[in-house]
């Protein structure tokens, strides 16, 4: 694995322990969610990039991803 992995990998597991933290759950449940959601593939994607946005910013950004949408 080479250095920017390494990064993406550790700033990974410091936004799944936001999440977990910030919604109170598991801490396999907020990685599952993370690794399934819009957020994870747009900074696999490189898009806006997202991925030198703060962690705080990238938990905020799943949270609202996951919010209900309003009709």
């Known amino acids: 694995m080479d250095a920017k992995q390494n990064i993406l ?3 990974y ?3 799944i322990k936001g999440i977990a933290d910030k919604l109170h759950i598991s ?3 907020a990685m599952d ?4 959601s819009q957020t994870f593939q747009m900074m696999q994607d490189g898009v806006a ?3 030198c ?3 705080i ?7 609202l991803e996951k919010q209900p ?3």
């Open 33 to 36: 969610g993370f690794y399934h």
């Open 13 to 15: 597991a410091r936004i």
């Open 49 to 51: 990039d997202l991925h």
């Open 69 to 71: 949408k309003k009709q």
């Open 9 to 11: 990998q550790a700033k």
């Open 53 to 55: 946005r703060s962690d």
């Open 27 to 29: 801490l396999e449940e």
């Open 57 to 63: 910013y990238l938990v905020d950004e799943y949270c």
